[in-house]
């Protein structure tokens, strides 16, 4: 076989990709949950990869999928799902060949809803694939309504009670075909909940009536779609389709960009005149989207804002205890007291590494027998509490620093301005959000007005060099470092 063969070749990348891993999570991590991973193929933006075991397909497409497609984005940046299918006698299962492939689902053997009392919360699929719009009669259009996400399945504490109980009426008053509050805009930091409304408030509405039209979009699908509809010169065809819903759900808000923002502002405004219920979520105030265009952020700021806050002990352990609760009831296990007050106590960031951490106890409990006590649970999650020990750095807090420090005014940063007072800073907060987020580099050129990928390669590239060449320069870039990471 040659070495350049397309074999030798998917070869080497999964090579890169392990090694990432390894680096990523440490050795004892990766030789329990990566080492008997294979990279099956690449299709369009999904990575398929294969497990010996069952088990081992829903726990890597649970809790590792953002990690493993992160590790793909270094060498294909068009990577965005991932699909773990059972391998048996070293021949991988197919993947769906017919239906939407949907990241983060369970395995294909596994049941794809189970009882609340029974379901074990795993993260929110790294993405979602929007079908082409309805039939007539269809109940659910869009993206994929993860049946897990429930109100029953929701601990709501003081942190996000306000923001429970508009989700609950909103639901309650589209069944009664009636709008309260409208728009509405929920928002907060990655993993404190707002998905999980969304799906909740859809869920309730389809059970309820399943005549009603909903249509549940992350921006990231609503830009696809609206662009793919421009290009197939289907895009009247597409706007009727979305201002004839009942319920509209836009999740991941801070994503949306270019003319797709625009688009979002004229549906927003139909639907509002037409007196349909649209809730929206994203990870800042309405006023801090700078993509989107001032009508469009007053007409969100003029409906109902409702923040989400960091979850406070009492939630913490709240939440660590249903989960416990529900793995209990699943696996029969015991959970101490105080192995729930560890958990609760140590791992402060959100509601998924919460889940996770629960689930990597229920875990090592079922590979080695080993009962849950403290000891293990400090030793389990480790590396997850040490990631997490750093501040979260986000873009949004990137842009103001650099453009208090240079005297930039943020819309210029997201700006086409050229001129070298506003290249440099910008360069300098693209390789700062590489440096101190986890967002990949599509991602930040999303957030930096709509940049391809290579804008901000090149970007992070040139800042490098310049440090290495300029002392003073990584001196300054150190300073801006520590003030963020403060």
């Not at 259009?141 to 989700?167: P, Q, W």
């Not at 939440?319 to 009831?329: C, L």
Request: charged share 25%; hydrophobic share 45%.
């Amino acid at each position: 076989m040659s070495e350049n063969s397309p074999a030798a070749t998917q070869r080497d990348l999964w090579m890169r990709v392990r090694a990432r891993l390894k680096a990523a999570v440490g050795e004892d991590v990766f030789t329990s949950w990566f080492a008997r991973l294979e990279l099956e193929e690449l299709v369009d933006d999904l990575v398929h990869l294969s497990a010996p075991t069952r088990f081992l397909c829903s726990w890597v497409q649970s809790n590792y999928s953002d990690r493993i497609v992160e590790a793909f984005r270094h060498d294909v940046p068009d990577a965005a799902r991932l699909h773990v299918t059972l391998r048996v006698n070293g021949q991988a299962r197919p993947r769906l060949a017919t239906a939407p492939v949907v990241a983060a689902e369970p395995a294909e053997e596994a049941p794809v809803a189970k009882p609340a009392a029974q379901a074990a919360a795993v993260e929110t699929p790294v993405a979602r694939l929007v079908p082409q719009p309805a039939q007539k009669g269809d109940a659910l259009a869009g993206s994929a309504i993860d049946s897990r996400m429930t109100f029953d399945t929701f601990v709501s504490g003081e942190a996000n009670e306000m923001a429970f109980g508009v989700a609950k009426q909103i639901a309650n008053a589209a069944i009664n075909n009636t709008v309260t509050f409208n728009p509405v805009y929920i928002h907060s930091t990655v993993g404190l909940g707002k998905s999980h409304l969304l799906n909740a408030i859809a869920h309730a509405v389809s059970q309820a009536d399943s005549s009603k039209n909903i249509v549940y979009l992350t921006a990231d699908h609503f830009m696809y779609h609206f662009i793919t509809a421009v290009q197939r010169q289907s895009a009247l065809g597409f706007k009727e389709w979305l201002r004839k819903v009942d319920l509209l759900l836009i999740d991941d808000m801070q994503f949306l960009q270019g003319k797709s923002a625009t688009e979002f502002g004229h549906t927003l405004g139909a639907l509002l005149t037409g007196a349909k219920q649209v809730v929206v979520a994203g990870d800042a105030p309405p006023r801090d989207l700078e993509m989107l265009d001032e009508r469009v952020r007053s007409r969100l700021s003029g409906g109902l804002v409702v923040p989400i806050s960091t979850f406070d002990m009492d939630l913490r352990r709240a939440i660590v205890q249903r989960r416990a609760d529900q793995s209990t009831a699943r696996f029969g296990m015991h959970f101490p007291p105080a192995v729930l007050d560890y958990v609760a106590r140590a791992v402060t960031s959100h509601g998924r590494d919460l889940d996770g951490a629960v689930n990597r106890l229920v875990a090592a409990n079922q590979l080695t027998g080993e009962l849950i006590t403290v000891p293990l649970a400090e030793k389990t999650l480790a590396d997850l509490i040490r990631a997490r020990d750093a501040k979260r750095v986000r873009i949004e807090d990137i842009l103001k620093i650099v453009s208090r420090h240079y005297k930039v005014p943020r819309n210029e940063l997201l700006s086409a301005r050229r001129s070298r007072d506003v290249v440099r800073p910008r360069q300098i907060a693209m390789y700062l959000a590489k440096a101190l987020t986890s967002r990949s580099l599509p991602e930040i050129g999303r957030r930096f007005g709509g940049r391809d990928h290579t804008t901000v390669l090149h970007s992070v590239r040139k800042v490098e060099q310049m440090i290495k060449d300029d002392l003073e320069l990584g001196q300054e870039i150190e300073l801006l470092k520590r003030m963020l990471e403060e």
